[in-house]
């Protein structure tokens, strides 16, 4: 983290998981533990028709409501899909785009995340873009090659300005929900040239400014060490985002100095 060039933000993302009466009682659960003051930002990211409960919810929280997914047209004939207007309108603020789970079950590309980012920024929401190599890619040792390119495609055709609302999730696929965290040193080698990346794009001042969130298998017993990393500003948490308790952990480790 560093906390005076950017936002330190703790993401929950729940995948298909919580009814809307499960969320009410997650958000009075969190309530009731978070810390009176927090320096990291607190977001979480909901299943779509959970999230005017969510909105309602977490109202007086301070915890920010996010998607999951979005489509990139404005609006038409597009049965089951929700566009980035139509979430902006009930309050969203921050959605996740590419999801690994999304590009491996979905047939997400990095040209069709590159629309859903632009669709993002043009309706005003902040982007929580994922990018990040299988295990059979880091053993082929080309994981910098793809991150550069998931990185470089997923922006392309952003401006600065825009950027600035954009947050980076690197997220190795053979770390989420298996329960084998990226070491330290791993997660902040590439969350580290993830911001070179960003560098050599868009400059020193922007790259310093941007929010590089580390993703899979996050818990409370190594987000400390994972949010110690200079270039780690924050998580975006499946599992652990469940249970409330967890979740606090988490952001308790964020909010230290
Ligand atoms: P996990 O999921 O924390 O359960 O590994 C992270 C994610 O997929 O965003």
New binding site residues.
């Given amino acids: 983290m560093n906390r005076r060039y950017r936002k330190t933000i703790i993401a929950g993302?729940w995948?298909m998981n919580k009814t809307a009466s499960e969320t009410k009682k997650f958000a009075e659960e969190l309530k009731a533990l978070l810390p009176k003051a927090k320096w990291c930002d607190v977001v979480v990211c909901v299943p779509a028709v959970n999230i005017p409960a969510a909105i309602k919810a977490f109202k007086d929280v301070r915890v920010s409501v996010g998607a999951q997914n979005l489509f990139y047209e404005k609006s038409g004939a597009y049965t089951g899909e929700v566009s980035a207007d139509m979430l902006k309108d009930l309050g969203v603020k921050y959605v996740?785009i590419g999801?690994?789970?999304r590009r491996q079950y979905f047939g997400e590309t990095d040209f069709t995340v590159n629309k859903k980012v632009h669709a993002a920024l043009d309706a005003g929401l902040h982007p929580i873009i994922?990018v990040g190599e299988s295990l059979e890619q880091r053993e082929l040792g080309i994981t910098m090659e793809l991150i550069a390119l998931q990185v470089k495609s997923a922006l392309a055709g952003v401006s600065a300005e825009k950027l600035r609302k954009c947050v980076i999730?690197y997220?190795p696929i053979w770390?989420?929900?298996?329960g084998k965290t990226a070491t330290a040193e791993q997660a902040a080698e590439v969350c580290t040239f993830i911001r070179t990346t960003v560098r050599h794009l868009y400059g020193a001042r922007i790259a310093r400014s941007i929010t590089i969130q580390y993703?899979?298998?996050?818990?409370p017993s190594n987000a400390a060490e994972l949010l110690g990393q200079p270039d780690i500003d924050g998580g975006?948490?499946?599992?652990?985002?469940l249970n409330a308790k967890d979740f606090v952990e988490i952001i308790n480790a964020a909010n230290q100095e």
């Fill in positions: 993302n995948k996740i999801h690994s789970e994922c999730a997220e770390a989420i929900g298996t993703g899979g298998s996050m818990k975006l948490i499946g599992g652990a985002a």
